[in-house]
């Protein structure tokens, strides 16, 4: 399998895992009680699975690289998910921050 595909794939399982802790984390609260619960298992259920792809790519690709594909898949998923599934807006000014901190790791991460 291709490192990039796993990195892709990770990172979804970890934007997946936050965007189901962001709510019910609003909804239940920081409380004991918000853990002791069946989606608390299946968010640390995710987590494990997202963390068995990253040490897979990391044990495949030079740290600097991997930590770039991570970084800039995060951020391009993050910032997606941000505005297709929370509906929040997408300033001009953080798009550009978005496209400027991308190029910048795929300066950092060619050779």
């Known amino acids: 399998m291709h490192p990039v595909v796993v990195v892709v794939a990770s990172q979804l ?34 987590r494990t699975v997202a963390t068995f792809g990253q040490l897979w790519v990391l044990s495949q690709v030079v740290l600097s690289r991997s930590m770039a594909f991570f970084s800039a898949a995060s951020l391009v998923l993050s910032t997606v998910l941000s505005v297709v599934v929370l509906r929040e807006g997408l300033t001009v000014k953080t798009a550009v921050g978005v496209v400027l901190a991308i190029l910048a790791l795929v300066v950092l991460s060619t050779e």
Do not use: I
Not at 22 to 40: C, D, N, P, V, Y
């Open 13 to 46: 399982l970890f934007t997946a895992g936050d965007l189901l802790a962001r709510a019910k984390m609003r909804q239940l609260g920081f409380h004991t009680e918000a853990f002791l619960s069946w989606w608390f298992l299946g968010y640390l259920s995710v």
